[in-house]
Nanobody
Framework: VQLQASGGGLVQPGGSLRLSCAAS????????MNWYRQAPGKQRELVAG???????NYADSVKGRFTISRENGKNTVILQMNSLKPEDTARYYC???????????????WGPGTLVTVSS
């Protein structure tokens, strides 16, 4: 399984960015997909997650500003980030809990990360 993330970049405070994470490979079922982030000198933290059934959860710091969703019919998760703040600057990582299509076990995968910089 591979996770391919895209959509990072430089944006001014108050602006928006859309991150996308596409999973491909031996996928029987995507159980959970998450976005984490890690800022320089800080621990990695969970930003938002969505289960296969569509239940979502968010870090308190992003509630009301970020929205996580799944693209219909695709193994792709979108993180829409609005009203961005300088403290949102971090490398964002896609994470997925996937049931393998051949051996029917759950495996945790990580994407390589995409950099988000919020600065004027």
């Amino acid at each position: 399984v591979q996770l391919q993330a895209s959509g990072g970049g430089l944006v001014q405070p108050g602006g928006s960015l859309r991150l996308s994470c596409a999973a491909s490979g031996r996928i029987r079922r995507i159980n959970v997909m998450n976005w984490y982030r890690q800022a320089p000198g800080k621990q990695r933290e969970l930003v938002a997650g969505i289960t296969g059934g569509g239940t979502t959860n968010y870090a308190d710091s992003v509630k009301g500003r970020f929205t996580i969703s799944r693209e219909n019919g695709k193994n792709t998760v979108i993180l829409q980030m609005n009203s961005l703040k300088p403290e949102d600057t971090a490398r964002y990582y896609c994470n997925a809990d996937i049931t393998d299509s051949e051996v029917d076990v759950r495996v945790d995968y990580w994407g390589p990360g995409t950099l988000v910089t919020v600065s004027s």
